[in-house]
C-alpha cells in the first residue's frame, strides 16, 4: 500500500485565490511527522511546514497551513492568497519512526494571472 | 542554516561510463540520502547512510553503489550508467527534517 497519496497530478488556481492540495497518508505508528515541500522549475527542494502526530493544532507558516485531520489520515496543504511564485510542484511526505521518509508523488500547481 | 552542495546541476554522460554524483553538507550531520526523482513517479529512496563509512540499500539500490568516506560527503555512483538512469537525483540530509541539495538532472546518452 502507499504510504503517501496525492491524488491531484495537477491543479490551477486564480492569483489571490486560495487552493488545498490534497494529501492522504497509511502508518500505523502511534508517533510520525508530516511535511510539505515545494519543488519550484529550479529543482530544489524547499521545506514548507511540519505537522507532528501528537500536535494538537494545524501547523501554519505564513501563508502556508496544514488541515491536519488524524482520524481520516490526511494532512492537506492550504496555500492562501495565492501568488503567481506559488506556481511548484509540491510534495507531501511523512517521517515515521523508525526515520525512514516516504513521498507523494507531487501536485504540479499553476498559479492563473 | 544548513546547506546541502550537490556539484553538479546538470551533466550529460555516455551508457557505460562510470558516473560520480558529489553531496557535501556543511553540518555535523550524520544521516545523508540519495534519492532519484522521476514523473509521476515521486522521490524513491536509492541509499542513505546514518554514519561514516555506514550505507544501507533504500527501494531501488540496482545499478548505483555509494561512498562515504567522510561525515560531510556521500557520494553516489553509477558503475555502468544506463538510459534508464536519465533521472533527477537529490541529496538530503536530515536532522528535524530533510534538508535537500538543489538537485543534479542526469542524461545518459
Known amino acids: 500500500a502507499q504510504k503517501i497519496t496525492q491524488t491531484q497530478p495537477g491543479m490551477f488556481v486564480q492569483e489571490k485565490e486560495a487552493v488545498t492540495l490534497d494529501c492522504t497518508y497509511d502508518t500505523s505508528d502511534p508517533s510520525y511527522g508530516l511535511f510539505w515541500y515545494k519543488q519550484p522549475s529550479s529543482g530544489e527542494m524547499i521545506f514548507l511546514i511540519y505537522?507532528?502526530?501528537?500536535?494538537?493544532q494545524n501547523a501554519t507558516e505564513g501563508r502556508y497551513s496544514l488541515n491536519f485531520q488524524k482520524a481520516r489520515k490526511s494532512a492537506n496543504l492550504v496555500i492562501s492568497a495565492s501568488q503567481l511564485g506559488d506556481s511548484a510542484m509540491y510534495f507531501c511526505?511523512?517521517?515515521?519512526?523508525?526515520?525512514?521518509?516516504?513521498f507523494g508523488t507531487g501536485t504540479s500547481l499553476t498559479v492563473i494571472p | 542554516d544548513v546547506k546541502v552542495t550537490q556539484s553538479s546541476r546538470y551533466l550529460v554522460k555516455r551508457t557505460g561510463e562510470k558516473v560520480f554524483l558529489e553531496c557535501v553538507q556543511d553540518m555535523d550531520h550524520e544521516n545523508m540520502f540519495w534519492y532519484r526523482q522521476d514523473p509521476g513517479l515521486g522521490l524513491r529512496l536509492i541509499y542513505f547512510s546514518y554514519d561514516v563509512k555506514m550505507k544501507e540499500k533504500g527501494d531501488i539500490p540496482e545499478g548505483y553503489s555509494v561512498s562515504r568516506e567522510k561525515k560531510e560527503r556521500f557520494s553516489l555512483i553509477l558503475e555502468s550508467a544506463s538510459t534508464n538512469q536519465t533521472s533527477m537525483y537529490l541529496c538530503?540530509?536530515?536532522?528535524?527534517?530533510?534538508?535537500f541539495g538543489s538537485g543534479t538532472r542526469l542524461t545518459v546518452v
Open positions: 505537522q507532528g502526530s501528537y500536535d494538537q
Open positions: 538530503a540530509t536530515d536532522s528535524y527534517g530533510y534538508t
Open positions: 511526505a511523512m517521517r515515521e519512526q523508525k526515520d525512514q521518509f516516504y
